[in-house]
């Protein structure tokens, strides 16, 4: 599994998983609001402080930030050539006070507590017509076949290499999802036949 | 819905992430690196049909959005989506919707190139309408700004459209009952 | 399009064979209600498949060929409770009957590990760790051995061997079926041999050679 989540006991993990993603909805809602600059980089500093704070180590940080660097990078220029550079620090700042936010949220949550946490929370669907179990299930199906499916890929690019189509997205796509297809009707069968009844 | 819309939402949910571990192409002319993704949004709804293809990329994003590195470059987190690329992303649940309710309303096959064309509606058109707007506001551009920035994606996303119509078109070929209803 | 099929199974160990398209997996797919019959019925201990079908499919348990299209949870535990979860079991009891098959299988280090590291034999082993809690009394098998390696194939072997259940298995691995009772061959959508393993087996191979 792809679980990003460092374990530990600081108060940030120890924090219930609904309450850690409703904090940074608001909070990432609230920080458009804000204007100053001062202010931003202000967020940006708390927010890193709270990565020793839950005792993760600066790295990690630093690895929230280095996937969007590119992106980073280049509105950072972009804005410090059309509209100065303390909007370019502004719009930087704020985002990578996000991607940081963001990140303490993902590093001191086990996805599947995310999970759970969403799942009680599901019951609420059942007001707008949608049965939580499907929900639920369509959730751990996803997760259990992500990596399948890169694998499978993987597999096919394999394949495909011998004759030289490996680079081809047509030639490594269509096998990919025709296997993905064939799966699928397995799967249900299995999934039938554990009881689940719809 | 069934269970096998329901693994057919999960599947392809799935696939959009494992496209995201295709190495980015630069097409030479332009220099823009493009990620194979969006074209999970496109495979899904032309052949998962307008529900599932629509429910998929939602599980898709909700997926994204509680930490799952699933997006190109192993990122994901809350935070992408208040960032500059967050309208694009949001936007292709609606866009895979799109892309099938035009392919389910068309009276028997879609053609090749009018797949190309519905593909295109949803996987470009209905992505830089929302997600353009929202580069704007995250990043502090007018939207003219905005559109100029994005536009050196535009030739990718159509060559992706291309790819997809075809892939969608290699499939069908091999799986002729493929439906789009449950 | 199987037809005619006029048979009654009681004995413990069956084993069903045929070459790809004969029609054994269409069989073993109308035993537990996955498929239904278009003339006929199929019934179990009483049960039709037509009308039973959540009682049956509590009562017939059913192992597929590829291990990875049967594990639907990412984590080992979660997937094992999946099944009992459906059932309605409490709580207390899926986690004690987690614990159980998980020892009896040798999984119990993986528990909380993602189901997507374990070996093709372990994943085997945990489809049918899924299917056994809930208490079934058949298990049904389409071909268990059929994707996996010589030593997961004989773990997956000593697995079924072991069974208290009355186990049902379309196989091509007639190395499994020596020690069953009776042995069904397919051919053609039709049933050209009903005997003893030996008996059968011998006359599919016959079959086999004559095309």
Do not use: C
């Not at chain 1, 609904?18 to 804000?34: D, E, P, R, S």
């Not at chain 1, 993902?106 to 939580?132: A, C, H, Q």
């Not at chain 2, 990620?35 to 994204?64: E, I, N, P, W």
């Not at chain 2, 035009?102 to 929302?130: C, D, F, N, Q």
């Amino acid at each position: 599994m792809f679980d990003l989540y460092r374990p530990g006991t600081s108060f940030l993990h120890r924090l219930p998983a609904g309450v850690k993603v409703l904090l940074l909805a608001v909070l990432g809602t609230l920080i458009f609001l804000v204007d100053d600059l001062a202010v931003i980089l202000g967020f940006l500093a708390a927010v890193l402080a709270l990565y020793p704070m839950a005792r993760l180590p600066m790295a990690s940080a630093w690895n929230q930030i280095r996937p969007a660097l590119w992106i980073l990078i280049a509105i950072l220029l972009a804005q410090g050539f059309i509209n100065g550079w303390e909007t370019g620090f502004f719009v930087t700042a704020r985002f990578a006070g996000l991607l940081l936010l963001a990140g303490l949220l993902t590093l001191t949550t086990r996805v599947s507590d995310m999970v759970d946490g969403m799942e009680r929370g599901f019951w609420i669907l059942k007001y707008v017509g949608i049965n939580p179990a499907k929900v639920s299930l369509a959730l751990s199906l996803a997760l259990r076949f992500i990596p399948v499916l890169a694998t499978i890929t993987a597999e096919v690019r394999e394949a495909q290499k011998v004759r030289g189509l490996n680079r081809s997205i047509i030639a490594v796509a269509i096998p990919v999802v025709i296997r993905t297809l064939r799966m699928s009707d397995e799967i249900a069968e299995a999934i039938e036949t554990r009881g689940y009844s719809h | 819905m069934n269970t096998k819309d329901i693994v057919y939402i999960a599947l392809f949910a799935a696939l959009t992430a494992a496209l995201g571990l295709f190495p980015p192409l630069t097409l030479p002319a332009v220099g823009v690196p493009i990620t194979a993704q969006s074209m999970g949004v496109m495979l899904a709804g032309a052949l998962a049909g307008s529900k599932r293809g629509g429910l998929a990329l939602l599980l898709f994003v909700v997926l994204v959005a509680i930490g799952m590195p699933l997006l190109a470059g192993g990122r994901g987190g809350f935070g992408m989506f208040l960032g500059p690329s967050g309208g694009f992303i949001l936007s292709w649940p609606i866009a895979a919707f799109l892309i099938g309710w035009l392919i389910e309303r068309h009276k028997g096959e879609t053609p090749l190139v009018l797949s190309m064309v519905y593909i295109a509606i949803g996987g470009v058109g209905v992505v830089y309408l929302i997600g353009v707007p929202w580069l704007a506001f995250a990043a502090e551009l007018t939207l003219t700004q905005a559109i100029t920035g994005s536009a050196g994606f535009i030739p990718g996303d159509l060559v992706k459209v291309v790819l997809a119509a075809l892939i969608t078109r290699g499939v069908r070929k091999a799986y002729p009952d493929l439906g789009t209803r449950s | 399009m199987l037809d005619n099929i006029n048979l009654t199974l009681s004995e413990r160990r069956i084993g069903i064979i045929g070459s790809n398209g004969s029609g054994k997996s269409t069989f073993a797919r109308l035993l537990n209600g996955l498929l239904l019959p278009s003339e006929g019925t199929v019934t179990i201990d009483g049960l039709n498949t037509r009308k039973d079908g959540k009682k049956i499919r509590q009562k017939v348990g059913f192992v597929f060929q590829n291990p990875d299209n049967q594990i639907v949870f990412p984590i080992v535990e979660e997937d094992i409770a999946f099944g009992m979860k459906n059932l309605g079991m409490d709580k207390a009891i899926i986690e004690q009957k987690t614990t159980e098959v998980l020892g009896r299988y040798d999984l119990l280090d993986h528990r909380t590990h993602p189901s997507h590291f374990l070996s093709g034999g372990q994943k085997q082993l945990l489809a049918i760790s899924g299917v056994l809690v809930m208490e079934p009394k058949y298990i049904l098998f389409d071909e268990p051995t059929t994707l996996l390696d010589l030593r997961n194939k004989l773990r997956v072997a000593k697995a079924i061997a072991d069974l208290d259940q009355t186990a049902i298995v379309v196989t091509h691995d007639l190395d499994l079926l020596a020690d069953f009772d009776r042995v069904i061959a397919f051919g053609d959508n039709q049933i050209i041999a009903d005997d003893t393993p030996a008996v059968a087996i011998k006359s599919y191979v016959e079959a086999m050679t004559d095309v």
